[in-house]
């Protein structure tokens, strides 16, 4: 029974490969893209331009600004124009008194105050009431004003503070004024301070001298 099925088994396979013969119906060519396709003319290098090679972002610290050349140079007749900013000494302020109030003041800074009437913008001022001058080192004290001190400045605008709103009531009398108003003031730019060299100034070695 076992060779029975051994024979007809081996004549089963023999006739399957006989008959079933598996073909591949394409064979791969290894044939050059161009040479499969003649009718197209692809050229990519014609159509696409050379791709640029990307630049390092900037870091959070440096700047994105790009640098100058070192190759340019100013010349003599531009840095002759060039003006240096004048030269005060470190930690240089004043105390100056305008309209009754009294600010304190620094070179080159702007600063608001009252309505400087008959001033229009860009003329230049002189304050003359100086009750203080000061720098890191030494300090010159008015009575009541340092003589021959002078602060410099220049009127730079004439404008208005912010509104404010002025309410009037009287009770039991149907009376109420709500108006709004806008005090007038003076902006004007420190230019210097000068004229105090000659007073008598008082220095830290001498407060440390009398407080010993």
């Avoid at 004549?11 to 119906?25: E, G």
């Avoid at 108006?179 to 220095?203: A, F």
């Amino acid at each position: 029974m076992a060779s029975a099925t051994a024979s007809t088994l081996s004549t089963l396979c023999s006739s399957f490969t006989t008959h079933c013969s598996i073909k591949p119906h394409f064979s791969i060519s290894h044939q050059p893209f161009s040479s499969r396709f003649p009718s197209h003319n692809l050229s990519f290098q014609s159509t696409f331009s050379q791709r640029l090679p990307l630049l390092p972002a900037p870091k959070s610290t440096e700047s994105s600004v790009a640098p100058v050349d070192s190759d340019s140079q100013v010349s003599e007749s531009e840095s002759s124009q060039i003006v240096q900013s004048p030269s005060w000494e470190k930690g240089l302020f004043a105390v100056v008194m305008i309209g009754g109030r009294q600010y304190i003041v620094h070179p080159g800074r702007w600063l608001v105050v009252q309505r400087l009437k008959g001033a229009n913008v860009n003329d230049k001022i002189a304050l003359h009431k100086v009750l203080l001058v000061g720098t890191d080192t030494s300090c010159y004290i008015g009575k009541p004003v340092v003589t021959n001190a002078v602060v410099y400045a220049t009127v730079e605008e004439q404008g208005l503070d912010n509104k404010v709103i002025v309410f009037k009531y009287k009770r039991k009398k149907k009376y109420r004024r709500t108006i709004g108003h806008r005090q007038p003031n003076t902006r004007i730019r420190i230019n210097s301070i000068m004229g105090y060299e000659d007073y008598p100034k008082v220095t830290m070695d001498d407060i440390n001298l009398e407080s010993s």
